[in-house]
């Protein structure tokens, strides 16, 4: 089975262009899609009723949604392989703008919303600098300049990727990507035992992590990072 894991920030259009991306795959793959939220979504539905694949919501509730499907991957994979798939999509929320859900084993692919101004790509993180593929979307929104130096901007953060400019409404450039996760998107091994990030990802070992609601200082274990930088281990 292969793997293509697409993050990228809300509202970029990642399930527009997985849509058009596996519509143009259907005759090769038997695909299926995880979509990976926090509170809420519908986009399963649509993958189910547009493309007629198997397709599953997986929400991460007051978890970061890129902890949870790594904490998932084992999980997906053997949901994908139950429905008879060939090729798993994950698709994940990425809110924090820090995790970097790719592994090893995948092809990376980054949605990257263009009207987000030209010092975004610099701004997201991980995220877009491990990505196989970065997908410029929403280009007609913005003017050719604007796109150029966008498109620019990735390719200094993300120097090795393969940049796409795509449009989720039409479809214009998810070709291109059908043909990529065809030729470049991994076999995954027989276990995922030796399957890691490609990044680690950001500290979650405080007590606001497991409820803490107090702010004052005192009240605080764990890592801690302090306003000038300074990083410290509080607890047993």
Known sequence: ??????????????????????????????????????????????YRERLGIPATDALSKDMC???????????????????????????TAGLCLRCAPYVDAC???CVADVTLGPNSPSKV????QTADVVCVNKGDLVSQAEREVYVRKVAEVNPDCRVIETNGLTGAGCELLARLI?????????TLDEVRLREKAPLAVCTLCVGETRVAERYHRGVLRRIDGFTEYRGE
């Not at 993180?125 to 877009?128: K, N, Q, S, V, Y």
Request: net charge negative.
């Open 1 to 46: 089975m292969k793997l293509v894991i697409v993050s990228g920030t809300p509202g970029s259009g990642k399930t527009s262009v997985i849509l058009n991306a596996l519509e143009r795959l259907l005759d090769q793959y038997n695909p299926a899609v995880v979509k990976v939220d926090c509170l809420r979504t519908d986009d399963h539905e649509v």
């Open 65 to 91: 949604p890129d902890h949870f499907a790594a904490y998932n991957l084992e999980h997906m994979v053997r949901w994908a392989e139950e429905h008879g798939a060939d090729l798993l999509v994950v698709e």
């Open 107 to 109: 092809l990376g692919v």
């Open 125 to 128: 993180g991980p995220f877009l």
């Open 182 to 190: 065809e030729e470049e998107a991994p076999e995954l091994p027989n």
